[in-house]
């Protein structure tokens, strides 16, 4: 028996089998190769494997989504003939006599990285295209299976890290929790684990990951331990501790149903983060006053390509009439720093947390924002939609963001397509914003406090730096009173201010929260009850 100490990021036990998760890019080995004629008829049946594999795709998805989503493999399928990439790869093997899969695999990174630096976001975005049909070639060149997170259910997933959009593409199907041996409690990769509502550990430190595989372990999200192969009595001792673990959240369902008010007659709502449909089913399944933020930009994580209005709408839509009058604010595209995908074609920054990210980006990419927006706007008529706007510094960019929300409906209005009226609410989580949040609260219907960010940006403490996390306080003085700060500005001006970060979850913090009056705690589904709890006994 071993046991890892590490950090728990999400509560719970669970027993079972290891599955071993060891990355996704692990790079190509070089090789040198003698019979170069016979390594580019490789190379040609790799790639006449691969356009046949995207018919076959292309297919399966015109079914699925339709056309328009479908021709991404369409445009992978082109790329396979394009001369100047295939050029390069040939002129690879046969000069410097290297194996096609290495051949391929530069001049993939190659053609993304020339994409990429483009000014169009167009080319930008083809910069996903060239990885993604590159990593076909060498899998079929490797035979190598597709890299998806796939698990021998059920199992505990151990990985070195996992970036967010690699945790969105797990199967999540049987997965019985998540264990790292980095990561970091604050980042997105932490909250994604955390909405899975499965024990989840990080910075286990576990070396020797391979021999894992397939071994028994014990994962203990409370205590933030790794029990490799256990003895029969810590076996027996932890099983005993499962058991309570979930008798004491069975009687927390005792909540449901009941308004979150204090001892003393002060009461806020209790609303739910999420970054899908189906947490959002695990809102109402925890009795969600509303949801306080939907995470837009995980849906556009795990994919190949910009999700469409079309499909965009639909779970905006599906979202606020599953919550039926409750409601629905849908955060904008909160991407760049550690929220990235390549065919985002997001340019290197020296310092992305302090980039051209949320809606600095979207202000700059106007072509992606509108889909959002006009999306949003349609299904704010099935239900009580807010839009919430991340990383505002001043009032100028809600000033801006209102004045493409009124040419949009004028544009659907004008073309007869349903809209709804939407409340416009600012995300305080810089310290500029709570230090000008009497001016927001004049362009603002709500606030709501990330506490994340906030905490990062006042302590200047990078969230996703492991080093930093005993330092990282969301309690500190600095950004209590700047909450409270945000608070009293927001109530000055008559709107409603909530806590949308993680802070909200805090038992400790809940009694505190009522005394600055704030109106909404939104937190994780699994949340939401004991948070109930701590203000019903505050
Ligand atoms: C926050 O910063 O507190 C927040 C809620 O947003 P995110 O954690 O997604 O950055
Ligand atoms: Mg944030």
Known sequence: MEIYQGKSISGGIAIGRICVYRGRDPGVERCEIKDVPGELLRLERAREAAADQLEGLYAKACAKTGKARASIFRAHKVMLEDEAYLGSIRSMIQKERVNAAYAVFVTGILFADTFAAMEDAGMRARSADV?????????????????????????????????????????????????????????????????????ALVQTGISLMAECDGMLAIADGSEGKLILDPDPGTLEKMRERKRRYEKEQETLRSLVGQNAVSKDGRSLGVYANVGSLKEVEQAIYNDAGGIGLFRSEFLFLGKNGWPSEEEQFTVYRDALQRMGGRTVAIRTLDIGADKSEPYMGLPEEENPALGCRAVRFCLKHEEVFRVQLRAICRAAAYGNCGVLLPMIVSPEEVRQVRG??????????????????????????????ALMSRELAKEADFFSIGTNDLTQYALAMDRQNPELERYFDAKHPAVLRLIEMTVDSGHQAGIQVGICGELAADPEMTGRFLEMGVDILSVLPSKILPVRKAVLSA
Do not use: C, Q, W
């Not at 890299?147 to 505990?156: D, K």
């Not at 073309?415 to 600012?426: N, S």
């Open 131 to 199: 990885r993604d049909v590159s990593g076909r070639l060498v899998r079929l060149l490797e035979g190598v299976e597709e890299n998806r997170i796939r698990l021998e259910p059920p199992a505990i997933l151990l990985a070195e890290d996992l970036s967010p959009s690699e945790t969105m593409r797990l199967e999540t199907e049987g997965l019985l929790a998540l264990v790292l041996k980095k990561g970091a409690v604050n980042s997105h990769t932490a909250i994604l684990a955390r909405s899975l509502d499965i024990p």
């Open 404 to 433: 493409i929300l009124k040419e949009i409906r004028d544009g659907l209005a004008k073309k007869g397509i349903p809209f709804g009226p939407l409340a416009l609410g600012v995300m305080i989580e810089t310290p500029a914003a």
